[in-house]
C-alpha cells in the first residue's frame, strides 16, 4: 500500500512520480575525498570507514555499467519495479576533475533503465565548472546531489573531522537549487557529545533551507575507525533503540511535509560494526520506529498525502 507510513517517504515520493519503487543501485566512481588524500586531512571523518561509506557498493574495479548490471542481480529476488536510482555513494562523489565526472555520470545515465543519478558529496567538493556539469545532466536526467552535512554545531564539526564550516554547506545549498538541482541531506543521531536537543536543532535548522530530502542516519561504530578507538574509551553514549525511535520522530515532526524523508536509520556492515548491536535487526528496527509513529499520543507528523497527488 502506498499509504501505509506516516511521513513523506521515497517509497511514496517514487510511486507518486514514476508509477513504481525505485531501487538505488549504489555504485563506486574510484572517488577519493580531501579528508583522505592530504588536503584537509588524511584519517576521514572520525566515523567513516575505510569504504568512504560505501561499504556495500559494487566494486570499483568494474566500469559503471559493470557495476550497474552487478547491482540489479543483488536486487533481482526482491525488484518490482523496472527503473533505477544510479547513487555514487563511496566516498566524495564529485571530487575529481569534471572531465572524468562527465564519463562517469554520462556513462551511467546512458542506461535505459536509470531514472535517477544521485551523488554523494561533501558541499566543499562543488566548484563552478561541477556545477555546471550537475545543471546540464539535470536537463537530461533528474540529478540529486546529497550533502553530508551531519551537524550543524561548530564544535561537533571539529570532533568529527567534518572540515569545512556551515556557511560552506549554506552556499552549496544556495548554488544546488538556484540550478535546479533537488538537493538531500544527510543527518546522523547520536554523534559524541550531542544532546537530543542538539539533534533537533540541526534538523530545525535543515527544515528551513530550500531542499527536498533528509536521510537520517544512526551513528554506528564500526571497526578500524577513530570513533572505534572513542567507543573503547567509553567516551560517548550510544543510543539505544528506544532513545533512538523518541528523537527520530521528533526530529521527523519538525519537518515540512514537502521533504521527502529517504532514510530512517541505515545500515552497519555486519563485519565491522561493533555498535550499536540492535542495528543489525533492521526489519525490526523499521518495523519499531512505524509502531512508535502509530501509537505516539503527541505525533504531529501524520502525512496528508492527498497534498501530493501526482
Same mark, same amino acid.
Given at each position: 500500500?502506498?499509504?501505509?507510513?506516516?511521513?513523506?517517504?521515497?517509497?511514496?515520493?517514487?510511486?507518486?512520480?514514476?508509477?513504481?519503487?525505485?531501487?538505488?543501485?549504489?555504485?563506486?566512481?574510484?572517488?577519493?575525498?580531501?579528508?583522505?588524500?592530504?588536503?584537509?586531512?588524511?584519517?576521514?571523518?572520525?566515523? @567513516?570507514?575505510?569504504?568512504?561509506?560505501?561499504?556495500?557498493?559494487?566494486?570499483?574495479?568494474?566500469?559503471?555499467?559493470?557495476?550497474?548490471?552487478?547491482?540489479?542481480?543483488?536486487?533481482?529476488?526482491?525488484?518490482?519495479?523496472?527503473?533505477?536510482?544510479?547513487?555514487?555513494?563511496?566516498?566524495?562523489?564529485?571530487?575529481?576533475?569534471?572531465?572524468?565526472?562527465?564519463?562517469?555520470?554520462?556513462?551511467?545515465?546512458?542506461?535505459?533503465?536509470?531514472?535517477?543519478?544521485?551523488?554523494?558529496?561533501?558541499?566543499? @567538493?562543488?566548484?563552478?565548472?561541477?556545477?555546471?556539469?550537475?545543471?546540464?545532466?539535470?536537463?537530461?536526467?533528474?540529478?540529486?546531489?546529497?550533502?553530508?552535512?551531519?551537524?550543524?554545531?561548530?564544535?561537533?564539526?571539529? @570532533?568529527?573531522?567534518?572540515?569545512?564550516?556551515?556557511?560552506?554547506?549554506?552556499?552549496?545549498?544556495?548554488?544546488?537549487?538556484?540550478?535546479?538541482?533537488?538537493?538531500?541531506?544527510?543527518?546522523?543521531?547520536?554523534?559524541?557529545?550531542?544532546?537530543?536537543?542538539?539533534?533537533?536543532?540541526?534538523?530545525?535548522?535543515?527544515?528551513?533551507?530550500?531542499?527536498?530530502?533528509?536521510?537520517?542516519?544512526?551513528?554506528?561504530?564500526?571497526?578500524?575507525?577513530?570513533?572505534?578507538?572513542?567507543?573503547?574509551?567509553?567516551?560517548?553514549?550510544?543510543?539505544?533503540?528506544?532513545?533512538?525511535?523518541?528523537?527520530?520522530?521528533?526530529?521527523?515532526?519538525?519537518?515540512?511535509?514537502?521533504?521527502?524523508?529517504?532514510?530512517?536509520?541505515?545500515?552497519?556492515?555486519?563485519?565491522?560494526?561493533?555498535?550499536?548491536?540492535?542495528?543489525?535487526?533492521?526489519?525490526?528496527?523499521?518495523?519499531?520506529?512505524?509502531?512508535?509513529?502509530?501509537?505516539?499520543?503527541?505525533?504531529?507528523?501524520?502525512?496528508? @498525502?492527498?497534498?501530493?497527488?501526482?
Amino acid at each position: 500500500m502506498w499509504l501505509e507510513k506516516r511521513y513523506h517517504s521515497l517509497d511514496y515520493e517514487m510511486k507518486s512520480r514514476y508509477g513504481q519503487k525505485l531501487y538505488k543501485l549504489a555504485l563506486d566512481g574510484g572517488f577519493t575525498c580531501p579528508n583522505r588524500d592530504g588536503t584537509l586531512d588524511t584519517r576521514g571523518c572520525i566515523f @567513516c570507514s575505510a569504504g568512504g561509506s560505501g561499504d556495500f557498493a559494487a566494486d570499483r574495479r568494474l566500469t559503471i555499467t559493470e557495476q550497474i548490471e552487478q547491482a540489479k542481480m543483488r536486487l533481482s529476488g526482491k525488484q518490482t519495479g523496472s527503473l533505477y536510482i544510479a547513487y555514487f555513494q563511496a566516498y566524495t562523489g564529485t571530487y575529481a576533475p569534471v572531465e572524468y565526472l562527465r564519463s562517469v555520470y554520462e556513462e551511467a545515465i546512458r542506461n535505459l533503465d536509470i531514472a535517477i543519478l544521485s551523488i554523494a558529496t561533501r558541499p566543499d @567538493c562543488l566548484p563552478p565548472d561541477v556545477l555546471d556539469l550537475l545543471e546540464e545532466l539535470n536537463a537530461v536526467k533528474p540529478v540529486w546531489v546529497e550533502l553530508g552535512l551531519q551537524t550543524i554545531h561548530p564544535q561537533t564539526a571539529e @570532533c568529527i573531522w567534518r572540515g569545512y564550516p556551515l556557511s560552506v554547506f549554506d552556499q552549496a545549498v544556495a548554488a544546488l537549487t538556484a540550478r535546479g538541482i533537488e538537493v538531500i541531506v544527510h543527518v546522523i543521531l547520536g554523534l559524541p557529545g550531542e544532546s537530543a536537543d542538539d539533534m533537533l536543532a540541526t534538523v530545525r535548522y535543515i527544515a528551513q533551507m530550500p531542499i527536498s530530502g533528509i536521510k537520517f542516519q544512526l551513528l554506528h561504530v564500526l571497526k578500524g575507525t577513530d570513533l572505534y578507538t572513542d567507543y573503547q574509551k567509553q567516551l560517548f553514549h550510544v543510543l539505544s533503540l528506544e532513545e533512538y525511535t523518541d528523537i527520530l520522530i521528533r526530529c521527523i515532526e519538525l519537518l515540512p511535509p514537502h521533504i521527502v524523508i529517504h532514510r530512517l536509520t541505515g545500515d552497519g556492515p555486519r563485519s565491522i560494526l561493533e555498535a550499536p548491536e540492535w542495528s543489525l535487526h533492521k526489519k525490526y528496527v523499521l518495523n519499531s520506529i512505524h509502531h512508535s509513529m502509530k501509537t505516539r499520543d503527541t505525533w504531529q507528523g501524520k502525512f496528508d @498525502c492527498t497534498s501530493f497527488s501526482k
